[in-house]
Nanobody
Framework: QVQLVESGGGLVQAGGSLRLSCAAS????????MGWYRQVPGKQRELVAT???????NYADSVKGRSTISRDNAKDTVYLQMNSMKPEDTAVYYC????????WGQGSQVTVSS
């Protein structure tokens, strides 16, 4: 089993920046793709950014150019740096990791005020 613990969510003003972190622990052999999704009430969870192990990052069009996903494989941690934030970025952000199956974090609320 893999546990994912997120941190870094909160309230930010429009135009500001936020950095989310997600640390994996438990029985880790090799984490494949790690990444971030987000969800607002009444809508489906949507991809924000993903990064395969040793691969290239992939971003949703809505965050491309103002977000950066990165990984520290030595720490089994994935990060999401978001800049120039907009009110429509308000959501619960979930990190995930693949190792035989998909594991999800508990979710971290991000609120962008206008």
């Amino acid at each position: 089993q893999v546990q994912l613990v997120e941190s870094g969510g909160g309230l930010v003003q429009a135009g500001g920046s936020l950095r989310l972190s997600c640390a994996a622990s438990g029985t880790i052999f090799r984490l494949n793709t790690m990444g971030w999704y987000r969800q607002v009430p009444g809508k489906q969870r949507e991809l924000v950014a993903t990064m395969p192990s040793g691969g290239r990052a992939n971003y949703a069009d809505s965050v491309k150019g103002r977000s950066t996903i990165s990984r520290d494989n030595a720490k089994d941690t994935v990060y999401l740096q978001m800049n120039s934030m907009k009110p429509e970025d308000t959501a619960v952000y979930y990190c995930y990791a693949e190792q035989g199956r998909v594991y999800w974090g508990q979710g971290s609320q991000v609120t962008v005020s206008s």
